[in-house]
């Protein structure tokens, strides 16, 4: 598949660390030891090459890989019953729009995102259904991150600037404050960058 052959390995290339260590940062930073009864919603899970160690992992009580297209969403099933046996009963692919999902408020402890902020029409109105579907973190426990996401940036922005630089769609953002930028307007109380590496920008953040 072109996804597969061609579109993660120019992830690769632009410094993501690879399917099993995205998971794994998911993981790492959003699911708790003491808490399994959590639920997490993945966005824009693609065919499920990252989502599907996240649910093998068994660290959340129910995974909802969630995307935009049809054929995505089959495509992570099939991913799904192939690669996360006897794990039945802890995930479920749904179709839907970041910018209008399909969840009521306050559904989920957390949500996680990999590489696909940048493909969203519009990026503000996603984090804002993150940030409306996702209940509030502890302010008292300074792990207790609700989202984390990565996306690209330019990796060398030569004379661009906001002024010059037009965002479109599948474009990279210019810089890591223009995705920062978009965290903060989106109406998140912290917000932290946890790794960049050339066009590669990891983000954690929260409410309360």
Not at 2 to 8: E, F, I, P
Not at 157 to 172: I, S
Request: hydrophobic share 35%; aromatic share 12%; charged share 30%.
């Amino acid at each position: 598949m072109v996804y597969d052959s061609g579109y993660r390995q120019l992830f690769r290339l632009l410094g993501y660390p690879g399917c099993e260590k995205e998971a794994e940062e998911v993981v790492s930073i959003l699911a708790s030891e003491n808490e399994r009864a959590m639920q997490l919603l993945d966005v824009s899970c693609g065919p499920g090459v990252v989502t599907k160690s996240i649910i093998s992992s068994k660290m959340f009580a129910k995974v909802y890989a969630l995307d935009f297209y049809e054929s995505m969403c089959e495509r992570a099933k099939e991913t799904f019953e192939r690669e996360c046996t006897g794990n039945n009963n802890s995930y479920e692919v749904v179709r839907g729009d970041v910018s209008d999902l399909p969840f009521a408020n306050e559904t989920f402890e957390k949500v996680s995102s990999t590489a696909g902020m940048h493909c969203w029409p519009n990026p503000v109105k996603g984090m804002k259904e993150i940030k409306r579907v996702l209940k509030p973190s502890a302010r008292s426990d300074e792990d207790d991150w609700g989202v984390l996401f990565s996306t690209v940036v330019l990796p060398r922005k030569g004379n661009e600037t906001r002024e010059t630089y037009k965002w479109e769609t599948n474009k990279p953002f210019l810089d890591r404050e223009a995705v920062l930028d978009i965290v903060r307007e989106s109406g998140f109380d912290e917000y932290e960058v946890v790794r960049e590496d050339k066009a590669y920008i990891l983000v954690k953040a929260r409410y309360f």
